[in-house]
């Protein structure tokens, strides 16, 4: 019986990888750099010649090994075919064979995209754990989110499913989002947002702020820490983000029911204000049912990744 399995998560910048045991126990960990030039025709092959000497320091052979699998950045479609991932130089690939073929073909590969993998992960072992249906929200540059439901991905048709920061939420938006759309969550919502509105909400108030110290470099912690300390104008940014976050769980919840929604990246770390002023419009927004699902903490950080690209070879 193969009782391991192995995780890759393709970044940028880095490629994170993981050895686990199939009980989920993380034996070893490591970062290979992302070699983007060429069109990103390295990355796979430096992956695969590291990995090949991870697996014979830990004694094991490819027999060993349950699966692997890979996070990309981008939308990967049913039969593992990725159209482009920007970030890598990658156009038309199919990731997952091509693993397998370096890896000697003796493996099998499994490839989704990131924040889906990541969404598996914390339903794994991280702020998930128990549950078999989930929505993870990652709260950092962009919003990003994956749907677990009864333990798999739901990517969609086209590799869509979990796109959340691209819904349009707000109406009354003028600027453009990265997406090319207008009003999306993730112009308000994610660390990026919530800066811009906090300079929005200074720039047309004489109110006392602490946030004007900041300058054009504030970011979304010094909005939170602001916020935490009593300042108004950084309550009313918060309150104004959190507002549309949970309008936007709602909207999922009526859609979906997961069990619960994760919230990760790096506003998360706001903590207990940020999940209790989300809960707040949640609540507002979800009256149909008293039994709702709660909102929790991601708690694998970075490794999210590795756990769900090693989780999705189980099934």
Not at 75 to 90: F, H, K, M, R, T
Not at 133 to 156: C, E, F, R
Request: aromatic fraction near 6%; proline fraction near 3%.
């Amino acid at each position: 019986m193969s009782n391991y399995c192995i995780g890759i998560d393709i970044g940028g910048t880095t490629v994170k990888c993981g050895i686990f045991k199939v009980s989920g126990e993380l034996i070893d960990k490591w970062e290979v750099p992302t070699r983007k030039e060429n069109a990103g025709k390295n990355i796979l092959p430096d992956v695969a010649e590291v990995l090949k000497k991870k697996i014979v320091s830990h004694g094991l052979t490819n027999n060993d090994i349950r699966g692997i699998g890979l996070g990309v950045p981008g939308p990967v479609e049913p039969n593992g075919y990725v159209s482009v991932c920007v970030n890598l130089g990658w156009h038309k690939i199919y990731p997952a064979r091509e693993m397998s073929a370096l890896m000697g073909g003796t493996i099998p590969c499994k490839v989704g995209n990131d924040a889906n993998v990541a969404a598996l992960g914390e339903m794994w072992m991280g702020g998930g754990k128990g549950r078999n249906s989930i929505i993870a929200i990652t709260l950092g540059t962009g919003v990003g989110g994956g749907i677990i439901i009864d333990g798999k991905i739901v990517a969609g048709a086209h590799g869509l499913g979990g796109e959340i920061g691209h819904m349009h939420m707000r109406e009354e938006e003028k600027e453009f989002c990265n997406c090319g759309g207008r009003g999306c969550l993730e112009q308000v919502a994610s660390a990026t947002g919530i800066a811009r509105e906090a300079k929005r909400n200074l720039a047309k108030s004489d109110l006392p702020s602490k946030m004007r110290e900041f300058g054009d470099a504030i970011t979304a912690k010094d909005v939170c820490d602001c916020a935490k300390a009593g300042d108004k104008l950084a309550i009313d940014t918060m309150e104004t983000c959190c507002r549309y976050l949970g309008w936007n769980l709602a909207l999922l919840a009526y859609v979906v029911d997961p069990e619960a929604f994760v919230i990760g990246g790096g506003v998360s770390k706001a903590g207990a204000y940020l999940i209790n002023l989300i809960q707040l419009y949640f609540n507002e927004f979800t009256q149909l049912s008293a039994n709702k699902p709660e909102i929790v903490l991601a708690t694998l950080g970075n490794d999210a990744g590795i756990y769900g690209c090693a989780r999705m070879v189980l099934d």
